[in-house]
């Protein structure tokens, strides 16, 4: 019997299951730095742009939408929260039937403060519109708002496209609720509108997959219902409850801070400057006919009825998910550099990913190997129990090695449940880095407290998360300056600033709780590193330190302070530098000049600026150091 063909059948079939699990990515650019600006006449514009997907037969695993907002190049940066969708119009061309799908739903951030080439990066998955995003698309992101066209922003939309077997197989689609809802007004109830929705399951489908963009606006009275009331949602299918939820989202923790309004309050399930993450509830079905409600908590405006609960519902029939074992890594969230995770990084120790359970077992137990290039892999045994669809997030142990700048942490999954993964062309994920910066071993803390300042405590950890130092809210006293010399071991530290109410050491918008702030200066008294006051729940900065370690003082270091922020007639400007410099402060309203002013050789200052004859509304107050813009604080004058 001849072998030879057998053999090189065998190594075929070897060859191309290999390949099979390399994972390929590709990238549709439908929008590359649009400028995005208001119509006010219209409080809405529309700014569409196709894109060439994959042809229908391409099989798809995965759909990644990335939004970015930046400052746009012949025009200031746009200032205020706008409640923007990305819609997908349709498929096949101009003369294809109109869809009008929400892909996704961008709350724009106060963008006062930003200057020429700052930009911000979102992303949500948009997988289950997987069968829509196919040969010619046009997306569509309308802008909402009434600023005039001298603001605006520079857009653009990336599809990251992953290949490779589809979980489930979707076999339709059933549009729900999409409309803007009018709550607590007695005359048009919102239940008489809201009504349930009945359909028949897909032959084959096993799994009705809803996916929900709900987000709350308007100010009426007595709760400021609905953008500063949280109310309670129910979802029923088939008259059980599915989902149940309270809509309203803290926003004291958003990664993009500070913002140039009011970025802190809480709100009816958004936050200004975040594009939301939809939610999704999968609920397995039977063959036959379903109902499906949505039911609002009970409420009834008694002034300036207003209120809008704008919904965007569909329903994806799906097949039983197709494999048993199948495990994706979700997100590497530390270490990394990427935006969305900035107020985790850069971190000293516990490396912290996700990992998502794609296949029919709920996953018990999971192998991760990580680590850093260039240094040896750890492997971490993970237990517990993480059914279809659902996330799982660990905190690995351990020290985050690298080495000085750029580095690339991996994550691997194996042996999901102690058998092979169904595909793992999604089982693997590399991110990069930037080291934490050097520190000398001793080095001061200057803290300065504001007038709450019960709401504030300070930690420093070491590797290990033993507590070398802190100051708890209970040893704080009001309006009061904390100096203390720290003296560390060599190795990673990291300081942390908790905040609880959420408003940090101080927001432009609450005069009365004060200023504070927490700086770092080396032994010469030479400043070294400055928080971020305007910080909502506080703020972390991990260094590493090595003994003898002196901080360069040619690289110029500088913490600004403006207060009040909110005011009749003046302010005042504070500047610390670990070097000279001359300054030039610049005074706007509106992005028109009404002040400047001129220093020379400034390094440690303090100044007054009479506002009585500025116009009231938004002012902004920037410092450029040598030329360079370092700082650009909002003022609201009443």
Known sequence: MNLKPLLTLFCLIIYHSAAAQKPEISHVVTHNRSTIICD?????????????????????????????????????????????????????????????????????????????????????????????????????????GYEDKTVGWALTID????????????????????????????????????????????????????????????????????????????????????DRRDMWKKCGNNPLYPQGGTWIYDRAYWCPGDLQQPDVIDVFTKPGSHKVSLQMEPYTATGNIQAVENISAYLFHYSAPKQKIDVAVESIMVPSDEQRFFRLNPASSGPRISFRNLGSDPVRSLTIVYGTDGFPTKTFHWKGILPFNKVAEIVLPGEIQEKDGENIFNVKLIQPNGKKDAWSGDNEMKTVFTAPEKFPSEFVIQFLTNNKPKDNSIFLVNSQQDTIFKKTASQLTAATLYTDTIRLAEGNHSLCLVDTSGNGLQFWAQPANGDGYLRLFDMKGNLIHAFESDCGNGEMFSFKVVPGFEVDTTIAQYAFSLYPRSVVDQTQLRVVSNKVSDMTVQITVDGVLWQKHEYKSIKNAVFSYDLNHLPKGRIVVEAFMDGISKFKGRINKR
């Open 40 to 144: 006010a006449t219209k409080g809405e514009k529309s700014y569409p742009a196709w894109g060439i997907f994959p042809k229908n037969d391409h099989p798809l695993r995965k759909i990644t939408m990335h939004v970015t907002l930046g400052s746009p190049d012949s025009l200031n940066t746009a200032h205020w929260d706008y409640l923007d969708h990305i819609v997908l119009r349709r498929k096949g061309g101009k003369d294809g039937p109109e869809l009008n799908y929400e892909l996704g739903r961008m709350l724009t951030p106060y963008g006062s403060i930003y200057n020429k080439g700052w930009n911000w990066k979102w992303q949500v998955d948009v997988t289950d519109f997987a069968p829509f995003l196919r040969d010619s698309v046009e997306v569509v992101y309308v802008h909402s």
């Open 159 to 242: 599809f990251e496209i992953l290949s490779g077997p589809p979980v489930v197989t979707p076999l339709g689609i059933t549009a729900l609720w999409n409309k803007g809802y009018k709550y607590g007004d007695s005359k048009e109830k919102i239940e008489e509108n809201l009504l349930p929705i009945s359909y028949q399951s897909i032959s084959g489908a096993s799994l009705s997959r809803i996916r929900i963009q709900h987000t709350g606006h308007g100010m009426d009275r007595p709760r400021g219902c609905s953008e500063f009331c949280s109310r309670w949602r129910e979802l029923r299918l088939d008259e059980k409850v599915v």
